[in-house]
């Protein structure tokens, strides 16, 4: 469902959106996307957030579980 909204916009991003929106079915159209687009990103930002921390946290036991791996390879 839609909801209507208003929004205040620099002259120059409306200007920027006319020239970018080609494709779209509108300028809401064209925004709606783009803000989507964001959203993603910063949903993704906060996911790879959480998994750096997850990742740091165990690295310890990562990095001793590589090492006895590359202990089995023989050198060439």
Same mark, same amino acid.
């Given at each position: ?7 205040? *916009? ?6 920027? %959106? +006319?020239? &970018?929106?080609?494709?779209? !079915? ?5 925004? @709606? ?8 990103? *910063? ?6 957030? %959480? +998994?750096? &921390?997850?990742?740091?946290? !165990? ?5 001793? @579980? ?11």
């Amino acid at each position: 469902m839609k909801v209507k909204t208003s929004l205040t *916009l620099s002259e120059e991003l409306i200007s920027a %959106i +006319d020239r &970018k929106s080609t494709g779209h !079915k509108s300028r809401s159209d064209f925004i @709606e996307s783009a803000l989507w687009t964001y959203l993603n990103f *910063l949903i993704r930002q906060e996911k790879n957030k %959480i +998994d750096l &921390k997850i990742i740091n946290k !165990k690295a310890d036991t990562l990095n001793k @579980e590589a090492q006895d791996v590359l202990d089995y390879q023989v050198s060439i």
